[in-house]
């Protein structure tokens, strides 16, 4: 807006910001906006184009497959089929994974709180240690875990696996509830501490609710990494009624002599997508925030 537009338009100058006119798209801007517009398009391209593709080749005909004449569902019903039905893969993997996240919300809370609020002897030594399992490779644990759930007699247990990935995603969730509960000012949970709560209530009552977009990051996290193992079931579960959905899907490829059932594979790998990409789509605005809350500390 121009000195001249506000002389013979004053009324024009008292407009608040969100309802003035819109500055006229330059060619310089579309110029510099243009290399963004194409690498984000290009990216998204990448990343979606399998999962499109996966999605239509689970309806369409394959040879060899359950849908071997026009577009249909037949690659779904062998998945359904296979061994003791997908239904049962599929409750297996939500105990598995429901069990995670809430273990890994509950341990992950307190520990992040008891980090953030309170100062003993040995504190960042203790969380650096914490973080430091990060360092140590997956794999290299899965054998002797084995060993100590036998000795316990949590060995072929779903709840045996819900442990174990538990264990694995704390350090990080630890972290995150950590700069989560650091990025809430002190003056909160004081002040709550004055009105007459204790530390376990002022959690549960002022700090639970402020760090809710961090809590979220975690538990979807979490339930990702709980969902989509396949090399924890693969080394704890022997029993095929027991396995999650990941290890059924791959069970699933060599059954017939070895032959591979692509359509029924595919049908598989959407059925494991779909709950992931929902989820996401339903949280993505507290997930960013849980990301950021490290960056708005005070």
């Known amino acids: 807006m121009t000195i ?80 003791a039905g997908i239904w049962q893969y599929l409750a297996n993997s939500v105990f598995v994974s429901g069990l995670c996240v809430v273990l890994t919300l509950l341990i992950s809370t307190l520990g992040g709180y008891a980090f953030a609020r309170f100062r003993f002897p040995g504190r960042n030594a203790l969380f650096m240690l914490t973080l430091a399992i990060l360092m140590v490779p997956y794999a290299t644990l899965l054998i002797p875990l084995y060993v100590l759930l036998n000795s316990i007699g949590l060995q072929n247990s779903l709840v045996g696996v819900a442990l174990v990935l538990t264990m694995f995603q704390l350090p990080f969730s630890t972290f995150m509830m950590r700069i989560s509960f650091e990025s809430i000012p002190r003056e909160l949970d004081e002040a709550a501490m004055v009105d007459g709560c204790s530390s376990f209530s002022a959690l549960w009552r002022v700090l639970l609710p402020a760090v809710r977009p961090g809590l979220i990051t975690v538990g979807l996290f979490a339930f990702l990494a709980a969902w989509n193992d396949f090399f924890a079931p693969l080394i704890l579960i022997n029993d095929s009624n027991k396995m999650t959905l990941p290890l059924a899907v791959s069970n699933l490829r060599g059954q017939v002599q070895g032959v591979v059932d692509y359509g029924a594979t595919e049908a598989g790998v959407v059925v494991l997508a779909l709950p992931c990409i929902v989820l996401f789509l339903l949280l993505q605005r507290h997930y960013v925030r849980g990301f950021m809350s490290g960056a708005l500390k005070g």
């Open 4 to 83: 001249a537009t506000v002389q013979h338009h004053p009324e024009a100058a008292a407009l608040p910001p969100t309802h003035r006119t819109a500055p006229p798209t330059t060619i310089a801007g579309l110029a510099l906006r243009t290399p963004f517009w194409v690498f984000s398009g290009a990216l998204a391209v990448i990343f979606l184009f399998p999962l499109v593709w996966t999605s239509v080749a689970s309806v369409s005909p394959h040879p060899g497959t359950g849908q071997v004449d026009g577009w249909g569902f037949g690659n779904y019903r062998t998945l359904a089929a296979y061994q």
